[in-house]
């Protein structure tokens, strides 16, 4: 199955670039990992994406911090893979990208990676990876394990094959309830499933900004004074509707703001053919292409890395990836620890238990459709007090939810101990 995909998967990564640098790794070449250290035991941890690299952060940093613990971290994308070695350069004793799921490349890593306990986050399930587990007699772990409403019921149809799969993990950590119940169905052992909480909510968000510090950051990005609205990790056909929201917006506030974080930047021409088609008007400028000459209408944050600071600029955040015809969402998690009031529409199926969980503590509005963010933004942007308390309710939610991380670190001790 991997040497069938093998050209596809090829044709992806030159499309998102990046993929040059140890790229033979992929296929177990060129893999340099130190011996382990004398009394340490080595976690092998998989993370796809820079998404499930911040995502894990807070647990990486606790794991880093027990003396008996040495971590190994593979990712799948560049983009995770450049944010690993910036963060994780020095804790980690090595870094490197996931090799191809087929037998010989992944028995080489295995070999040299020679781990004590295997680690996937969120959704990954690689077959070759655990049959090597297993075969090496090497617990595995799924952690902050979730499966979304349309990958459950793929799942389902396939529940014959999953069955398999499911025999293979040692343990799952999942999000919620749900997924735990969702699990199960799958053919896991209830016994071997327990809900520790999404680790996302402990999340650590550095550098907090100052209201000066902020002040300083929206002048240099342009943005000015007046009222910003985010579109955070936006999918295709949401940056149209915030630039209807944007210009609704500027009736009534004419030193409004726009800033667009695309959840892919290599959408950047897209975009700006629609700034082209339906912004020519606006000043509008591309951060990757460096900081603006003056002050713009329309900002698109089109690099990697800087949402959490960039999130803390805005009034109002509308969450992407959330609207028709997308249903999976993107993570509202950083806005309700920061106290920003957000938005997002009715596909969060990705972030079910933190999406209740804000809607609860009023930290968060749904909206169904277009029309409803449009009339939704508009009216927050007019509302300073409804999106006073919608941050406290964030910070209400932050408080209750977090711990996640604890938990897991003590499942994960638990583990190394009995090996």
């Known amino acids: 199955m991997a040497l069938l995909s093998l050209p596809g998967y090829l044709l992806h990564i030159r499309k998102r670039g990046g993929y040059r640098d140890r790229f033979g790794t992929r ?14 035991k080595r976690i092998w941890i998989q993370a796809v994406s820079l998404g499930e690299m911040l ?25 995770g893979y450049a944010l690993a070695k910036e963060k994780y350069g020095r804790q980690a004793v ?57 990958s459950f019921r793929r799942s389902l149809q396939l529940r014959w094959l999953y069955g398999g799969f499911m025999n293979r993990i040692s343990r799952v950590f999942a999000c919620s309830d749900q997924d735990r119940k969702r699990f199960i169905k799958l053919g896991m052992d209830p016994e071997r499933v327990e809900t520790t909480g999404n680790i996302k909510v402990d999340v650590t968000i550095e550098p907090i900004l100052d209201e000066r510090e902020k002040s300083d950051l929206k002048e240099r990005l342009g943005l000015g004074s007046g009222f910003l609205l985010l579109g955070s990790s936006t999918w295709p056909g949401e940056e149209a509707m915030l630039l209807k929201a944007f210009r609704a917006l500027r009736e009534t506030q004419p030193s409004a703001r726009l800033l667009i974080v695309p959840r892919h930047g290599e959408r950047r021409d897209e975009i700006e053919a629609l700034l082209r088609r339906d912004a020519s008007d606006l000043r509008t400028h591309f951060k990757s292409r460096g900081l603006p000459q003056g002050e713009v209408d329309a900002l698109i944050a089109d ?29 509202p998690v950083e806005c309700g620890i920061l106290g920003v009031p957000l938005l997002f529409g009715p596909g969060m199926s990705n972030f079910r238990s933190i999406r209740a969980g804000l809607l609860q503590f009023g930290a968060a509005r749904q909206v169904n459709d277009e029309l409803e963010a449009l009339e939704t933004i508009v009216s927050l942007s007019q509302d300073a007090e409804s999106r006073r308390r919608m941050g406290q309710g964030g910070k209400r939610w932050k408080e209750q939810s977090q711990g996640a991380v604890d938990r897991t670190v003590d499942g994960i001790k638990a583990w190394l101990a009995s090996k």
């Not at 295995?110 to 007699?137: F, M, V």
Request: with cysteine; glycine share 6%; hydrophobic share 40%.
């Open 27 to 40: 296929f177990g070449k060129g893999l340099k990992v130190p011996p382990k250290a004398p009394g340490r």
């Open 55 to 79: 995502a894990i952060e807070p647990l990486l940093k606790r794991l880093e911090s027990e003396p008996e613990i040495e971590i190994y971290l593979t990712v799948t994308t560049s983009t």
């Open 94 to 150: 090595g870094i490197s990208y996931f090799p191809m799921d087929f037998w010989l490349f992944s028995h080489r890593v295995w070999n040299r990676i020679d781990p004590d306990l295997a680690i996937c986050a969120e959704t990954e399930l690689w077959p070759e990876h655990l049959q090597q587990a297993k075969r090496r007699g090497v617990p595995f772990l799924l952690i902050n394990a979730r499966l979304s409403d349309r």
């Open 303 to 331: 690099t990697h890395g800087e949402l959490r600071q960039l999130t803390q600029l805005a009034d109002l955040v509308f969450v992407g990836k959330s609207l028709p015809p997308h249903t999976e969402g993107q993570t």
